[in-house]
């Protein structure tokens, strides 16, 4: 063999080392990669109710991935029993996290379930509304009349009952309320039982387009000085936010990222919740959309103060304690997990 076959093989032998030393760390790193883009999920459970039109942002965060992008496998469940049993099942760790309106947790929070509210999710969930039969034709009207809501502990029934006290009109003594199970609230009206309902959509949609007559709005839970309140929130149990604070910031964010993706998405998002959504078309539930404050959702201390301002609502209705103070409250139940 000559020399200079000796040195071309030499060389051969050295370049073929270094390509090998070259791709030993791009080798290591795709394995990493590789690795961490097959990291397991942290699972959680979320309770909703599919019936609520607004939170079609629950279903988008799971359809369009963004759950999973921020590191989430949520096993979404439909959720209709009481809010005590909900907050129980928070407390207990049977579910990991729920969306609820704020009427409706306040007196149960105040009661001690370990439940820490997270961030807020939109506003415009309830309405006030006239039949027109009745002669209302504003809000003073509602004196001697009888409104009706789907049961006395109704979030409708406590915001309104504050609402009214607002504008001068006694909720106790002024009108009277009377409960109707889902639909008879339309033929109570109909009737002439009730002059006014106070609930939420769809159903109050619903009984709008179906019952003759007509029907004026007459204010909803954006009209001021709430156009720029959540009336529902996100909530987590209290050792769920021990042990695991960043899945929860991260369900938190996820979230708050599909608020503000149906806010451009809207069409995109009714076809979505569209499959849960009993009776209605794609274009009627964006109609409903329009009432809807999608861009609501506070976080850190503005949400902080907001829940101090509907327990202070809560109190002087009667609701809350006389001696719970709204800012201990709100510090004590709610927890920023986003900081």
């Known amino acids: 063999?000559?020399?200079?076959?000796?040195?071309?093989?030499?060389?051969?032998?050295?370049?073929?080392?270094g390509s090998l030393a070259l791709a030993a760390p791009l080798l290591g790193l795709g394995e990493r990669a590789f690795a961490q883009a097959a990291a397991p999920k942290t699972k959680l459970t979320f309770a909703w109710s599919q019936v609520s039109f607004c939170l079609t942002p629950v279903p988008v965060a799971k359809e369009t991935g963004i759950f999973e992008k921020n590191g989430l496998d949520v096993e979404l469940i439909n959720y209709s029993g009481s809010t005590d049993q909900l907050l129980e099942a928070l407390s207990t760790n049977k579910s990991d996290a729920a969306i609820g309106m704020i009427h409706r947790w306040l007196k149960p929070l105040e009661g001690g379930f370990n439940v820490k509210i997270v961030a807020g999710a939109h506003g415009g969930c309830v309405r006030l509304v006239a039949h027109k039969p009745s002669g209302i034709a504003k809000l003073a009207d509602l004196r001697g009349k009888a409104i009706g809501v789907p049961d006395l502990a109704q979030p409708a029934k406590h915001f309104f009952a504050v609402y009214l006290k607002r504008h001068g009109i006694d909720p106790d003594r002024d009108v009277t309320w009377k409960a109707y199970q889902g639909d008879l609230l339309g033929l109570a009206a109909q009737k002439g039982e009730i002059q006014a309902i106070a609930y939420s959509d769809p159903l109050l949609y619903r009984i709008e387009r179906d019952i003759k007559g007509g029907w004026l709005q007459l204010a909803t839970n954006t009209s001021p000085p709430y156009e720029d309140k959540t009336c529902c929130v996100i909530g987590v149990g209290g050792d769920l936010v021990k042990k695991n604070r960043p899945a929860v910031a991260a369900l938190a964010r996820s979230l708050l990222e599909a608020y503000d993706w149906i806010q451009t998405h809207q069409r995109e998002g009714a076809e979505i919740f569209h499959k849960y959504a009993s009776g209605l078309t794609v274009d009627e539930i964006l109609h409903l959309y329009k009432q809807l404050h999608f861009h609501v959702h506070p976080t850190g201390q503005s949400l902080r103060d907001q829940i101090a301002f509907y327990a202070q609502d809560f109190k002087d209705l009667g609701v809350l304690k006389p001696a719970t103070d709204p800012k201990k409250l709100a510090d004590h139940i709610f927890t920023d997990v986003l900081k």
Do not use: E, K, P
């Open 1 to 17: 063999m000559t020399q200079n076959t000796i040195d071309s093989r030499r060389r051969s032998l050295l370049r073929a080392a």
